[in-house]
């Protein structure tokens, strides 16, 4: 996308502070990726591939629909 964002929103920053401020850096290592990936999932910079969003949602113990969704244009 050209605006720099993604349709696909987030709640990971929430989730990470409801789990007592679980860092980027540690749900980051929990999902085998960089705290770079993280910052920008939570920017909105990034779509995760199916399988990312699935780590992140096992992550938090939730469903991955409790994590992401679709925002509208």
Known sequence: MTTGT???ANEIR???FERGEMTQQAL??????TRQTIIALEAGRYAPS????????RAFGVGVEDVF????P
């Open 6 to 8: 993604t349709p696909v």
């Open 14 to 16: 929430r989730l990470r």
């Open 28 to 33: 980051a290592d929990a999902c085998g990726v």
């Open 50 to 57: 199916l399988e990312l969003a699935f780590r992140i949602a």
């Open 69 to 72: 969704h679709w925002r509208e």
